[in-house]
């Protein structure tokens, strides 16, 4: 049961052939049993999600119209806030904070009856590539223990590689949902940005920080995004315009007449080379499919992760204020006649890891007077450049798609100790928060070298997120054909649980 898609839980809830209960007990045995190993979950809310599931239970026995999704269990990444439930955005300083109010998100998912099973590890206020800026530890990639499952939302994504869970809600600033995605064989969509509300996701870098669904298929994440997704008062940046269609395009998966464009600058030597097999072999398929295949070019794309190494230092630097040991968490120093200051610098310095340190740094020095034009100016001028080479390109075509991430999974440990290649990881997938369109990771196979997930990226222009769901459900059908099994169901670990 809890190897089943989303969609395929809802239609047995919706037979009467199991209850939520029944299928929240289930996922949380399985927590039980396996995330010893695979550390996807900060905490677990046992009685919460078997509450909830009882709600809904009653609801559908009682005759009520529910939502697509009523009933099925997700797992929630810890840097969204849910009332009454542990929020440590996987830092220290945040340790013991229990938020008194529900983040939009977890509004929306109450509202369509989605049983929220726990909290998912991330690094530290979404800080990395990796998962191991945890405060509480890494979390294990369920294809291979050693590995890193991506990050910063790794345990989102770890999470449903695992059957933990069939849906995640995952935050994506320069790639944490994608790229997670990418090296653990799920499905993870940023959407347009403002196209989710951000009330209740803690800020990391407010001008590109989205939320978006994480998922095993795309219907999935589709069916996830439209429970999700639309207006909220409460977030100035979010969309005043209808939710798209993504569960009809995701349904359709009509590629017909389509032009994909092949972004020439991120598909070069950098890439590994089963990572380029996988992805010339899903263009094939999607040329197979009916769709145009084209080559567009975005020569700024290679300014993108310096803008983004500021841009996000600084905003972070600005949001990461809040965190003064007055109002959230931890206090450190504490005693008579200690003064504020020395109570803020002591708990700044204990409760924040050392990436967010280093960001800090980056960006407060960025802001600082008389480099700002230099630094945060010359960043955001890149950042228009992006967009134009977005704008330019989709004159050519209707998605633009790339690689995920250069490589596959990598060990654990193995760039902890070097910024810069970590910060590589997320060359392919940082120019779309740059431009606020959408992005969407499917999985494209295994690379034959070393028989990891390998990602598909589909990027779409702001507002057709739409585009996304039709590509990806046109791909994710011929790679089926192919395969004649989902991906994660050649995943090796955890066989014996
Ligand atoms: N890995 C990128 C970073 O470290 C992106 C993180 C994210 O999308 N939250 O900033």
């Known amino acids: 049961m809890i190897h089943l898609s989303a969609a395929h839980m809802a239609a047995q809830l919706s037979a009467g052939e199991t209850t939520s209960v029944e299928l929240t007990q289930k996922h949380l045995d399985r927590i039980a049993s396996v995330d010893v190993d695979v550390h996807a979950f900060l905490f677990v809310n046992n009685e919460g999600a078997l509450a909830q ?20 269990p997700l797992a929630l990444k810890d840097v969204m806030t849910q009332k009454g439930v542990p929020t440590t955005c996987g830092s220290k300083i945040l340790e013991g904070w229990r938020p008194p109010y529900d983040s939009t998100v977890v509004t929306n998912l109450k509202k369509n009856g989605i049983v929220i099973l726990g909290k998912t590890n991330m690094d530290e206020f979404a800080m990395g590539s990796s998962t191991e800026n945890s405060a509480y530890g890494p979390t294990h990639n369920p294809w291979d223990l050693s590995r890193i499952p991506g990050g910063s939302g790794g345990g989102s994504a770890a999470a449903l590689a695992a059957f933990e869970a069939p849906l995640a809600i995952g935050t994506d600033t320069g790639g944490s949902i994608r790229q997670p995605a990418a090296v653990t064989g799920t499905v993870g969509v940023k959407p347009t940005y403002g196209g989710v509300s951000r009330f209740g996701l803690v800020a990391f870098s407010s001008s590109l920080d989205q939320a978006g669904p994480c998922a095993r298929t795309v219907l999935d994440a589709a069916l996830l995004h439209e429970a999700i997704a639309g207006l909220d008062p409460k977030d100035s940046t979010s969309i005043n315009a209808p939710v798209p269609q993504v ?26 080379s089963g990572v380029r097999t996988r992805f010339e072999e899903s263009l094939e398929l999607l040329a197979a499919a009916g769709a145009e295949i084209v080559e567009v070019s975005a020569p700024n794309f290679e300014y993108a992760l310096a803008a983004y190494y500021l841009i996000a230092p600084s905003e972070c630097s600005s949001n990461l204020a809040r965190f003064d040991a007055m109002r959230y968490g931890l206090r450190v120093g504490d005693v008579d006649g200690a003064s504020a200051e020395s109570v803020m610098n002591l708990t700044r310095e204990v409760g924040f890891g050392r990436e967010v340190k280093r960001r800090i740094i980056l960006g407060t020095y960025a802001l600082s007077s008389g480099y700002y034009d230099a630094y ?17 390109a989709f004159e050519k075509c209707d998605v633009m798609v790339s690689p995920t991430c250069p490589t596959t999974a990598f060990k654990i440990g193995e760039k902890s100790n070097d910024p810069i290649a970590m910060y590589l990881n997320d060359i392919a997938t940082i120019p779309v928060n740059m431009a606020g369109i959408g992005g969407m990771s499917l999985p ?19 507002m057709k997120d739409e585009r996304m769901y039709l590509v990806g459900a046109a791909l994710e059908a011929a790679l089926l054909t192919k395969w004649g099994a989902p991906l994660l169901s050649k995943i090796p670990a955890l066989a014996g649980k």
């Open 247 to 272: 569960v009809a395009a995701a349904r359709s998966g009509d590629v017909k007449g389509m032009k994909i464009g092949v972004v020439k600058e991120l598909n070069g030597d950098g890439y590994q």
């Open 376 to 392: 945060y100016g010359s960043a955001q001028k890149v950042r228009t450049l992006i967009t134009q080479d977005f704008n330019n």
């Open 53 to 72: 599931a009882a709600e809904v239970d009653a609801k559908r026995a009682a005759g009520e119209k529910l939502s697509p999704l009523a009933g099925v």
């Open 444 to 462: 494209s196979g295994l690379a034959p070298e070393d028989g990891l997930p390998v990602g598909f990226q589909i990027m779409a222009p702001a």
